[in-house]
């Protein structure tokens, strides 16, 4: 059975920072692309960034400068450490797998960017 169990999300205050985590198991990880997406209230969910298996990495346009992914083969983690957070950034973000058909999704968890 998949299960990807994100982790490090809250409440931050605009210019903090935050690290979520993405624990994938049941998989064979290191031939997956792993991506966050995240979904803020009344809009469609977005790419906001993803790493390929090689290790390759492709942001949005909105956190580029500002986010990091990176992954951890022998933890079967996937990171995205948030900087310079802003309200717009407010969202549920979660994570997915996916290697060719096989599509798997995180269950999701809060980001909340206020003062």
């Known amino acids: 059975q998949v299960q990807l169990v994100e982790s490090g999300g809250g409440l931050v205050q605009p210019g903090g920072s935050l690290r979520l985590s993405c624990v994938a198991s049941?998989?064979?990880?290191?031939?997956?692309?792993i991506g966050w997406y995240r979904q803020a209230p009344g809009k469609q969910r977005e790419l906001v960034a993803i790493?390929?298996?090689?290790?390759?990495?492709h942001y949005a346009d909105s956190v580029k400068g500002r986010f990091t992914i990176s992954r951890d083969n022998a933890k079967n983690t996937v990171y995205l450490q948030m900087n310079s957070l802003e309200p717009e950034d407010t969202a549920v973000y979660s994570c997915n797998a996916r290697l060719a058909s096989n599509v798997y999704w995180g269950q999701g968890i809060q980001v909340t960017v206020s003062s």
């Open positions: 049941g998989l064979s990880f290191t031939f997956y692309d």
């Open positions: 790493i390929s298996s090689g290790g390759s990495t």
